[in-house]
DNA sequence: ATGAATAATAATCATGAGTTATCAATTAGA
DNA sequence: TCTAATTGATAACTCATGATTATTATTCAT
């Protein structure tokens, strides 16, 4: 263990390698000629490989020498790339990202941030999961995903979050329904009809909210069918299966079958969240965070 | 240029990230552990990567980290299979070995010497080729070929040679000649016969040496056919074209149509020697000679 | 609270990389 | 056949820096 070769003993015999000259190579190097000398000969001592064959006035390659050299430029080629492969990664341009989001948001939100954060970060891989508000927050802790798009009041702590969008409700109704944007004034013409609503497990909080509706209106509503899909829910209202209540980013002027009225005389609004861990070190994610504060600044 | 990165710092880089433990991988370096932690910093400095996440009491890969923690890895691996390869060719134990020869050195020595030389040298490859005398001693000069096999007197200087075979002149008659081992006295027998001989720009002093045994025997041989390919000789003689003389590594048992007889009772005899340049500094080489040494030794 | 575990800091030491000065051997030119 | 120039190796010494010891700060487990 006297002896431990070092990048130095590499540059150094590459350096004469190259140069074929001590004196030069040290040049080069910007250190003395005895000095260079010395390092090359502990290098050949302690590989046990002779490198030059010296003739007192001529510096000549052996053959394991010219081998040498052309297997630690290779060598050394590879190391700088390794390293700046990892210096992107550390400057978090490169690497992935995995997000977690409720339907709602894929509409508009992270197809625009993915949009902006490309721009700067070409080579980030995202990996995307709709998932119903209490996976992304248990997948927060485990750290399986790196942000989660919820609709919920209150973030458990160890989380952070920042409220990405605030939106009225909508009114959601078949296209020739009796009530229209016309003649609607509140949600107690709406008594007797069925309600067609999101699923209570994938949001309680939402729900609830909704319920808070339904609560200063003066009613509670018959609920017939329960879904996480916003298509399905447009599908059974287009049916006359019941109408629905949902957040205004899921609104569509593309349907032609279901018509939106939207609540702006209630207090009630939904908020789309965006949450990480704060604990998280994933560097991909400063950035992104970045690119939602800016999101949120322009809407 | 204040910092260089040395094998060291990846050395310990490595030994923290695989123990995840500063004291452990200090341990493991025969260092005490502020060393490491010291190196690790500078590292980490140096290259502008976050490395390790240390939260006072666990220490953590960063992405960056993990990434260089298995590219490195691969790194230290192929820089030491480069180094062992290196020092395979430094032995002498791989590599290539260029070899010229007269055509009957192929009859038994270079297979000989091949056998007994692959025992040792697996690894090494052999470039085998026939050429005349003079073409293998340019080559020697100019290191187009490592060793020659070669049917000449005197060797100019620069090139080192040793005989490995003296051997005595044959007769070469055709089957049923009216000369044979029996009534075969002396080549005074043979003074009106034609002769088929080895082309005398292959080798003149090869040439000069028989027309000798001709001049010490009272007669000028009347010379019809020249060709350097001992097969063509034995065709010729075969078909009553001439006789012949050739060095006794020549003769073969297996011919029907031929027969030999041995010149004992004669001065002259030719000599096959190994011939190679003194400044050559294939590794390879000084082993292929002791091979030969130790297969003169044998015959 | 208390004590054990762990990495970072501070101050100091000592190894060895690098320096200067010189030599020895070879080549080139007068 | 002398120099003079070139070039790598040696010897002695300097000093930068890698490593050590002693200590601190923080966290975790009991």
Redesign the pocket.
Known sequence: MSYQLES?HLRYFLSVAEEL???KAADRL??????L???I??MEKGLGIQLFE?T??K?KLTKAGDFLKIELRKHFKTLESTLAHAQLLNKGLLGDLKLGYVGSAMEEVIPRLMNGFRKSHQKVMFNLKEMDNQDQINSLFSNEIDVGFVRMERIPKGLNATTILQEPFCLVLPENHPINNKNFKDLSQLKDASFILFDPKYSPSYYEKVMQIFDDSGFTPMVTHNTIHSGSIYKLVAHHFGVSIVPRSLKSDHLKEVTFIELHDIPQQTALSAVWNENNRNPVLDDFLVQVQSFKSVH
């Open positions: 130095r000259h001590f004196r910007y250190i003395s000629q005895p000095g000398s010395r390092q000969k502990e010296r007192n006035r510096v």
